[in-house]
């Protein structure tokens, strides 16, 4: 069974960092992209980035460039988003899921970032 | 970016009802779309890919249809686990969008 399992999310003060960690399991991780996406609680979804198997390629939607960094390491199964800088408009839940032909067969259950002073 | 417009943007419906939820991709995307349905307090759940691909698992209730710029999504005979929000999403290129969401709910 394919599970995504993210952690890491919490409270953090405008200007913080937090770094979000996706432990997979039931599958080949190194045989997947991978993602991260976001949704403020109540509202629509936003891709935040992803990373290709080997992790040599990278995307990141525009808000997010220069501040966050998707990586991963496939001998621990593990997918990681550093946060760097982080601003109010970041405050939402973070899943990781696993990417299929572009759409996202797999989801994790969600991590809450909240950015408050 | 592509933008993606969903409309309605919520709908209310009847158990048996024949509900239809459309997308429009502000440019062609072919058909590199995918539509998820999301319950409250819960991550979406992958129903349809390629725009008409059927996810494993999922009711053959559910459909998808359209190519290009506009594409449908349609659940025959709506079921009470039916009621959700539903979204659109495109993969053709970066970055990813989503629409904004239809939540359908019980009239």
């Known amino acids: 069974e394919v599970q995504l399992v993210e952690s890491g999310g919490g409270l953090v003060q405008p200007g913080g960092s937090l770094r979000l960690s996706c432990a997979a399991s039931?599958?080949?991780?190194?045989?997947?992209?991978m993602s991260w996406v976001r949704q403020v609680p109540g509202k629509g979804l936003e891709w935040v980035a992803n990373i290709k198997e080997d992790g040599s390629e990278k995307y990141y939607v525009d808000s997010v460039k220069g501040r966050f960094t998707i990586s991963r390491e496939n001998a621990q199964n593990s997918l990681y988003l550093q946060m760097n800088g982080l601003r109010g408009e970041d405050t939402a839940v973070y899943y990781c899921?696993?990417?299929?032909?572009?759409?996202?067969?797999?989801w994790g259950q969600g991590t809450l970032v909240t950015v408050s002073s | 970016a592509i933008r993606m417009t969903q409309s309605p943007s919520s709908l209310s419906a009847s158990t048996g009802d024949r509900v239809t939820i459309t997308c429009r991709a502000s440019?062609?995307?072919?058909?590199?779309l995918a539509w998820y349905q999301q319950k409250p307090g819960k991550a979406p759940k992958l129903l349809m890919y390629a725009a008409s691909t059927l996810q494993s698992g999922v009711p053959s209730r559910f459909s998808g249809s359209g190519s290009g710029t506009d594409f449908t999504l349609t659940i025959n005979c709506l079921q009470s686990e039916d009621f959700a929000t539903y979204f659109c999403q495109q993969y053709y290129s970066y970055p990813r969008t989503f629409g904004q969401g239809t939540k359908v709910d019980i009239k």
């Open positions: 899921a696993r990417v299929e032909s572009g759409d996202y067969g797999y």
């Open positions: 440019q062609s995307i072919a058909s590199y």
């Open positions: 039931g599958f080949t991780f190194s045989n997947y992209w």
